[in-house]
C-alpha cells in the first residue's frame, strides 16, 4: 500500500508539474492572441456622405488602424432619419460588436435602444451628438455650447458691442442646435446694447436657410450681424447676403467649413467661422472605444476644441490641414 | 500559509536521497541546462539574423518609395526648365498668343499640373495657365513659394504642400515650384516669380500605399522641418500625436530605433534631393521584428514540451531503476520483521535482479538453519525427559531395592550397607543438582556404584575394572552417558552369557578428545544389530528404555555430530563401545566436590 501511494505521489508531482507547463503556455498563447485581437467596433452616424462625415470616417479609420479595429461605418440614407438609425443599432446589437459607436440623430428617440446594449455588455461611446442614456460610457464631440461662445465673442467685437443680429439656427430640439444657440446667447446677454431680432431654424436644409435669410434681410433691413448655426444653414444664408449685396456690410460668423464657404470667407462675406474638428472626433471615439473595451474608466466627456476661421489664420498649416480634410 | 504548509511537507516527504529523485533531479537539471543553452544561443543568433533581415527590407520599401518620388519629382523639375525656357525666350508675355497654347500643352501633359504663373517681384499676376482670374485676398507675397523665391534667387524652390488659393477654381491641395527668373515684357527685361503648382494628390497617394505592417507609415518632411506628408498631420496639429523631429533633421540616411509611448519603432529615412524632403518610414518594431517574437515563442514552448518529454522519461526510468530496489527494501524489511516465508523475485535491473536472487538463496539458508535449530531444540528436550526418567528408573530401584531386602533377610548386612551406600550415591549423582555437565570422576563414581549395586545384585557373575587416567577426571562430560551403555553390556551382553562376564571402562585423553571405552566379553552382536543399534531401532524391552540412541543423540547434540559412539563388536567376542567428547575443562576446581 505505501509502495502505491508513492507512485501515487510522484504520479500527481509529475501532473502538477505537466499542468503548470501547459498552464504557463496556454496563457502565453492567450496573450500573444490579446495583442493579435481584433476588436469590433461598429461606428453608427447620421450619414455616410459630405465632407463632415468624410473627415470623421477618416479619423476614426486612422486611430482603426493604429490600435488595430475592425470598423463598421454604418449610416441610414437620411440624417433626420432616427427610426432608422435606432434599426441600425439593433441589428448592431445583434452583430455583438465589441463598442459601438454613436452619433445619435435624436437626443431622445435613440436612447431607449442604447441603454439595450447594455443588457449584452457592449459599451456605447457617444460622438458628435449625445444620446438621452445613463449607459453611455464618455461623449466625444465639440464643446457645443463654447462653439456657440466662440461665434458670439468674435460677432460681439466685429459689431463694436451693438446692433442688431439674426440667428439661422437648424433644429429646434436638436442638442448640438440648442447648445450652440445657448453658448451664443448666454454671451451676448452681457452686452445690452446687442439684440437677437430673429431666431430662425432651416432644418438642416439649404435652400430652407437661403429663403429664411433673405425674408430676415428683408425684415430687418438694418441688421448688422448674422450667425448661421450649422454647415447648411450657413450656406444658405451665405449665398443670400451675397445675392443680396449685403456681402462685407453685414457682419456674418458661419459654422463648419463647406468649400465654398471658404470662398465667401476670403471674399469677405463671411468674416469667420467657427470650425469643428471631425477628424479628432472619429479619431478620439474609437481610441476612447479602445480603451473601453479594455475596460479603462473614462472621463464623462471627451471635448474637441473648435477654432474659429479668419481671413488672417485661414492658410497656417495647421488650419489648411483642417479646412481641407482631402486631398483631392 | 495553509497550502504553503502542505507543500512543504509533501517536499519533506519526498526524500531528496532516494534514487528515483536523485536520477531525476540531476539528469533533468543538466538537459534543462543544455537545452535553454542551446536555446538561447539559437534565439540569439535567429534573432540577430532576422533583426537584420528586417532593416534591410524596411530600407528597401523606403528606397522604393524615393526612387519613384525623385522620378516624379525630376519629371516636374524637366517640365519646370521647359516652361521656364518657353517663358524667357518670349519677347512680350503679357500679348503672346503661341505662348499661351504651348503652356496649355504642357499644362494638358500631365494631369497633376494645376496652374502655371508668373508673378511680379512685387506681386501681380502678369501671366497665368489655365487663365482663370485672381480670388481676393490671397496674400501671396506672403506665401512660402513667393518668399523662398525671392530668397533663393535663381534656384528652384519646392514648398511643403498648401491649399492655392490664388484663382477661381477649386481649392486644392498642391506643391508649388517657384523660381525667380528673368522675362521680356514689352520688349523690358523684368524679373518675376515663376510657380507652377503640382496636384499633391500623386504624392499624397504614393506615401499612402506604402505598407510598413498594420501600423506602420511613411511621412515626409522638408529640410526644415515642415510636414510634407504624414498621414495623422490632423492628429499632430491637434497634439494628439508627436513626431520627434529631431533626429530625423539630423539623419539624411540610415536606420535607428526609437521608443515612442513605450513601443518600439524603427525609424527609416532616407532623402528626395531635388526637392531637399526626407522619407521617413516608420514601422512598428512589434509587427517587423515578429520573427523573433515568433521564434522566442517556439522556443518557449519547444523548452516546455522538452522538459515535460524528460520529466516523463526520466520519471519512468528512475522508477524503473528505483522501484526494484525499494521492493527488494520492502522485502527485506518484512523478513526484518521476522517474516522469514516471503519469497523476493524481483524483476528489473540485471543488478537488482542478481541482489534478490542472491537475498534468496541467503533466505532460504536462513530458512533450512532455522528448521535445523527448531528440531535440535526438540530433540534436546526429548532426550532430556528421557534422562530425567532414566534417573529415577523405577525398576532399577525396585530390583535393587529387591535384593537388598533378600539380602537383608539372608542377614548379610555387610553387602546391605554397601548396596545401600552406593545406591544413595548412585543417585545423588544423577541428580547431581539439576546440571547436565559434570566432571568426568564424579561420572566414573557413578557407574562404579551402578556396577557395585549390579554386582552385588547378580551374585558377582561378572568383573569390573575402571581406568582412569589422573588428568582426565576434573574435565567435564556430559552426565550420565556410561551408565545406559554399561546396562546394555549387562544385559545384552553379559547376562545372556554363560562364562564369567567382565567389563572394562576407561577414560583417557586421545588426540585431543577425551576417550570412554566400555568393552565386555558378552554375547556380542552381529552386524545387523550393530547397525540397528544405533538408529534406536532396535530397543530392548527390560532396559530403562533409555537406549544407547539417547547417548548418541545428546553426545551429537551437546558436542556437535562429529562426537558420539563408536561400536566394535563381534558374536561370541564381546563388544567395545567408544565415547569420543572434546575435552572440556572445568572452570573451577573443586566442582566435582
Redesign the interface.
Known amino acids: 500500500m505505501?509502495?502505491k501511494n508513492?507512485?501515487c505521489?510522484?504520479f500527481t508531482?509529475?501532473l502538477l508539474?505537466?499542468s503548470i507547463?501547459?498552464l504557463?503556455?496556454c496563457s502565453?498563447g492567450s496573450n500573444?492572441q490579446g495583442?493579435g485581437k481584433v476588436l469590433v467596433v461598429d461606428m453608427i452616424v447620421k450619414r455616410d456622405w459630405g465632407d463632415y462625415w468624410n473627415t470623421i470616417k477618416m479619423?476614426a479609420e486612422?486611430a482603426a488602424?493604429?490600435y488595430?479595429v475592425k470598423l463598421n461605418f454604418i449610416a441610414p440614407e437620411n440624417e433626420m432619419d432616427f427610426k432608422g438609425q435606432i434599426a441600425l443599432m439593433e441589428q448592431s446589437i445583434e452583430r455583438r460588436p465589441d463598442v459601438i459607436i454613436l452619433s445619435a440623430s435624436n437626443y431622445e428617440a435613440l436612447g431607449q435602444v442604447t441603454d439595450r446594449t447594455s443588457y449584452y455588455n457592449i459599451p456605447v461611446i457617444s460622438m458628435d451628438s449625445e444620446v438621452a442614456s445613463a449607459k453611455v460610457k464618455t461623449y466625444v464631440g465639440t464643446n457645443n455650447y463654447e462653439a456657440g461662445q466662440k461665434a458670439a465673442e468674435r460677432l460681439v467685437q466685429l459689431t463694436n458691442e451693438q446692433g442688431d443680429i439674426g440667428i439661422i439656427n437648424y433644429v429646434l430640439g436638436a442638442r448640438n442646435a440648442d447648445q450652440r444657440e445657448e453658448g451664443f446667447l448666454d454671451y451676448i446677454a452681457r452686452f445690452p446694447e446687442i439684440k437677437v431680432v430673429d431666431i430662425k431654424y432651416c432644418g438642416s436644409d439649404e435652400w430652407v436657410a437661403y429663403t429664411q435669410t433673405k425674408e430676415m434681410l428683408s425684415n430687418y433691413p438694418r441688421l448688422d450681424g448674422i450667425v448661421a448655426l450649422n454647415a447648411e444653414s450657413s450656406i444658405g444664408a451665405g449665398r443670400a447676403v451675397k445675392e443680396m449685396g449685403f456681402g462685407g456690410k453685414i457682419k456674418m460668423i458661419t459654422f463648419d467649413n463647406p468649400?465654398e464657404m471658404?470662398?465667401l470667407l476670403?471674399?469677405?462675406t463671411v468674416q469667420a467661422m467657427v470650425v469643428q474638428?471631425p477628424?479628432?472626433n472619429g479619431?478620439?471615439a474609437v481610441r476612447a472605444a479602445v480603451e473601453a473595451a479594455n475596460g479603462e474608466k473614462l472621463e464623462d466627456k471627451i471635448p474637441?476644441?473648435t477654432k474659429l476661421i479668419d481671413?488672417d489664420n485661414m492658410?497656417w498649416?495647421?488650419n489648411?490641414?483642417?479646412?481641407?480634410?482631402f486631398?483631392? | 500559509m495553509k497550502w504553503w504548509r502542505a507543500i512543504s511537507g509533501?517536499i519533506k516527504?519526498?526524500h531528496v536521497r532516494k534514487i528515483?529523485v536523485l536520477i531525476s533531479v540531476s539528469s533533468i537539471t543538466i538537459t534543462l541546462l543544455v537545452v535553454i543553452l542551446v536555446s538561447a544561443l539559437l534565439f540569439d543568433r535567429f534573432s540577430k539574423a532576422a533583426e537584420e533581415n528586417t532593416y534591410l527590407t524596411i530600407s528597401q520599401i523606403i528606397q522604393q518609395v524615393t526612387s519613384n518620388l525623385e522620378l516624379y519629382v525630376t519629371g516636374m523639375e524637366d517640365i519646370f526648365e521647359v516652361v521656364e525656357a518657353k517663358v524667357s525666350q518670349v519677347s512680350d508675355i503679357r500679348n503672346d498668343q503661341e505662348l499661351g497654347d504651348q503652356l496649355e500643352t504642357i499644362l494638358n501633359t500631365r494631369a497633376d499640373l494645376v496652374s502655371i504663373a508668373l508673378f511680379t517681384k512685387d506681386g501681380k499676376l502678369v501671366n497665368n495657365t489655365p487663365s482663370l482670374p485672381m480670388?481676393?485676398?490671397?496674400?501671396l507675397t506672403e506665401?512660402v513659394w513667393f518668399e523662398s523665391a525671392e530668397q533663393n534667387p535663381g534656384a528652384l524652390q519646392f514648398t511643403?504642400?498648401?491649399?492655392q488659393?490664388l484663382f477661381k477654381s477649386?481649392?486644392?491641395?498642391v506643391v508649388s515650384m517657384s523660381k525667380t527668373i528673368t522675362y521680356r515684357d514689352n520688349s523690358l527685361i523684368k524679373q518675376g516669380v515663376l510657380v507652377i503648382d503640382i496636384n499633391?494628390?500623386t504624392i499624397?497617394e504614393f506615401s499612402q500605399r506604402v505598407s510598413l505592417g498594420?501600423?506602420g507609415y511613411v511621412y515626409i518632411i522638408d529640410a526644415v522641418g515642415?510636414?510634407v506628408y504624414h498621414?495623422?498631420?490632423?492628429?499632430i496639429?491637434?497634439g494628439?500625436k508627436y513626431e520627434n523631429l529631431e533626429p530625423v533633421l539630423n539623419y539624411t540616411y540610415g536606420s535607428y530605433q526609437d521608443d515612442m509611448d513605450g513601443e518600439q519603432r524603427i525609424i527609416t529615412i532616407q532623402q528626395v534631393k531635388p526637392a531637399g524632403w526626407k522619407i521617413v518610414g516608420v514601422a512598428y518594431a512589434?509587427e517587423f521584428l515578429t520573427t523573433k517574437?515568433e521564434l522566442g515563442?517556439f522556443l518557449?514552448?519547444f523548452l516546455?514540451v522538452a522538459?515535460?518529454i524528460i520529466?516523463?522519461i526520466n520519471?519512468y526510468i528512475s522508477?524503473k531503476i528505483s522501484?526494484p530496489i525499494?521492493?527488494l527494501e520492502?522485502s527485506v524489511k518484512m523478513v526484518e520483521k521476522g517474516d522469514f516465508g516471503t519469497n523476493v523475485y524481483v524483476k528489473g535491473a540485471y543488478e537488482v535482479e542478481q541482489l534478490s536472487k542472491r537475498f534468496n538463496l541467503m533466505l532460504r539458508r536462513i530458512r533450512e538453519l532455522m528448521d535445523q535449530i527448531i528440531q535440535e531444540q526438540e530433540a534436546k528436550r526429548k532426550s532430556e525427559l528421557n534422562v530425567l526418567q532414566s534417573q529415577i528408573n523405577p525398576h532399577f530401584l525396585y530390583n535393587t531395592l529387591n535384593s537388598v531386602t533378600r539380602m537383608a533377610e539372608m542377614g548379610r548386612n555387610e553387602e546391605v550397607v554397601t548396596t545401600i551406600t552406593s545406591l544413595s550415591r548412585f543417585f545423588r549423582i544423577s541428580l547431581s543438582k539439576g546440571n547436565n555437565i559434570i566432571s568426568i570422576g564424579d561420572e566414573l563414581e557413578h557407574i562404579r556404584h551402578y556396577l557395585i549395586i549390579q554386582t552385588i545384585r547378580f551374585k558377582n557373575k561378572f568383573r569390573y575394572e575402571i581406568k582412569a587416567d589422573e588428568e582426565v577426571l576434573q574435565h567435564l562430560t556430559l552426565k550420565l552417558i556410561l551408565q545406559p551403555l554399561v546396562e546394555n553390556a549387562i544385559h545384552h551382553g553379559i547376562e545372556k552369557s554363560a562364562e564369567p562376564g567382565y567389563i572394562e571402562i576407561s577414560a583417557s585423553i586421545v588426540d585431543d578428545h577425551v576417550e570412554f571405552q566400555i568393552s565386555d566379553n558378552g554375547i556380542g552382536m552381529n552386524e545387523k544389530t550393530l547397525k540397528g543399534l544405533l538408529s534406536g531401532d532396535t530397543r530392548s524391552e527390560r532396559g530403562s528404555g533409555v537406549g544407547i540412541s539417547n547417548v548418541q543423540e545428546r553426545i551429537s547434540l551437546y558436542y556437535g555430530p562429529s562426537y558420539g559412539l563408536h561400536y566394535e563388536s563381534e558374536p561370541e567376542e564381546g563388544t567395545i563401545v567408544t565415547i569420543v567428547i572434546p575435552i572440556e575443562r572445568a572452570e573451577q576446581s573443586g566442582e566435582a566436590e
Open positions: 505505501r509502495r508513492e507512485n505521489r510522484i508531482l509529475m508539474l505537466l507547463f501547459v504557463a503556455s502565453s500573444l495583442e479619423g486612422v488602424k493604429e488595430n468649400p471658404l470662398e476670403q471674399e469677405q474638428n477628424f479628432n479619431y478620439l474637441t476644441d481671413l492658410l498649416p495647421e489648411q490641414k483642417l479646412l481641407f480634410p486631398v483631392k | 509533501f516527504r519526498f528515483q480670388r481676393k485676398n490671397t496674400k506665401q511643403p504642400p498648401h491649399i488659393n477649386d481649392y486644392r491641395w499633391f494628390r499624397d498594420k501600423k515642415n510636414i498621414p495623422q498631420q490632423q492628429l496639429y491637434a494628439l512589434d517574437q515563442d518557449y514552448r516546455l522538459l515535460a520529466l516523463i520519471l522508477a522501484q525499494a521492493r520492502k
